[in-house]
């Protein structure tokens, strides 16, 4: 099953919000924010809004009378997540949505990346029963034995609203007034706001105009492409040199971060790149020389979620910061904003 971008949702008319936000999220006394918003967030009638979660995508599929779950890289992550089985009672379906982990009452990417790669059984049964995740629903892609990708999305919609869903799974809310959502998603600390147009379809594959997203801060996956080792004689790794491949496939020079590398992470880091150590510089342009001194190159195969805050004329991410290895998706294109 390959994935859509685009999707479209009914709405809550007429509520705050803030008081819509699924259950143990945090609310806080937070002042209604004016109703101002990016650029890109498009308006009107045709458009709902979704808190974007700051989690990993996944597909539940019973269709074969078990419970599995399938990541973007449609590997199957079933065995991570032991406190999704409820999801077993729904009968002959796939739903999309987003694995998420709460700390500190706000959806922690960070937090999550322990779980993400887990496979043994045991160690994810004590990982769940400590912090369990929740998996945010957020549209149908086939229900009761029948394809609904042709269907629009408020159709869909209504067909997620009859389910019954079980314990750690909950439905993304939706609202009708995305400026709104978007000055209360930035004071809670929430990733961002995706628009969806209600009339779109499930198209697998490719993206769409007709899902519009609009993250406070920008993630990304990169490849790590060298690292380099703590300034202060430690040995440690300090920091990591990404790139992302072009339209044309050459490797390009995201930048270096040393921001979220640190104690066992960074050790864990380390670990996994000496195994594919090189002796020259695989981007296909020439590293700044404050960036390359001291480098350690290593093959672009290891990937890595990095959160930004922009990038520069020259393509640069400006304020990196590392938050872990990703092996459920592949890195994103250097053209990718």
């Known amino acids: 099953m390959r994935w859509s971008e685009p999707t479209a949702c009914t709405q809550n008319q007429g509520r705050d919000p803030r008081d819509l936000l699924p259950a143990g999220w945090t609310r806080g ?18 458009w709902s809004y979704e808190v974007k979660w ?5 597909l539940a599929d019973t269709t074969t009378g078990v419970l599995r779950l399938w990541s973007r890289q449609e590997r199957e992550i079933t065995v991570a997540y032991p406190e999704l089985a409820g999801l077993a009672a729904i009968d002959d379906v796939i ?36 912090q369990p995740v ?36 909950q439905r993304s809310p939706v609202y ?35 899902w519009v997203k609009a993250p406070h801060r920008r993630t990304r996956a990169a490849l790590v492409c060298g690292w380099r080792v703590e300034t202060n004689g430690s040995g440690r790794l300090g920091a990591v040199l990404f790139g992302a491949r ?20 960074a050790a864990r880091m380390r670990e996994l790149l000496v195994e ?3 002796t020259d510089s695989p981007f296909d342009e020439e590293v700044p020389a404050l960036d390359a001194r001291g480098t350690h190159w290593v093959d672009p195969v290891v990937v890595v979620d990095t959160l930004y805050l922009a990038r520069n004329p020259t393509g640069r991410l400006r304020q990196p910061v590392v938050r872990g290895v990703r092996t459920d998706t592949d890195a994103d294109p250097w053209e990718q904003p």
């Open 29 to 46: 006394a937070h002042a209604r924010h004016p109703p101002t918003g990016p650029t890109e967030l498009p308006r009107g009638s045709q």
């Open 276 to 278: 594919h150590a090189r």
């Open 246 to 265: 072009d339209a044309n496939g050459a490797l390009r020079f995201l930048g270096r971060a040393g921001s979220g590398l640190s104690g066992p992470k």
């Open 54 to 58: 700051d989690g990993v995508r996944a």
């Open 176 to 210: 009708p007034d995305g400026q709104d959502l978007w000055g209360v998603t930035r004071q809670l600390g929430l990733e961002g706001v995706v628009a969806k147009k209600r009339t779109s379809m499930y198209h697998p594959g490719r993206r769409s105009e007709e």
């Open 95 to 130: 739903l999309d949505g987003e694995i998420v982990l709460l700390a500190d009452g706000i959806p922690s990417f960070t937090a999550l990346a322990e779980r993400m790669h887990v496979r043994d059984s045991r160690r994810a049964a004590a990982l769940a029963a400590r």
């Open 134 to 169: 929740t998996f945010m629903v957020f549209d149908v892609v086939r229900t009761d034995g029948v394809d609904v990708t042709g269907s629009t999305y408020d159709e869909r919609r209504a067909l997620l609203e009859r389910l019954t869903l079980p314990e750690n799974v």
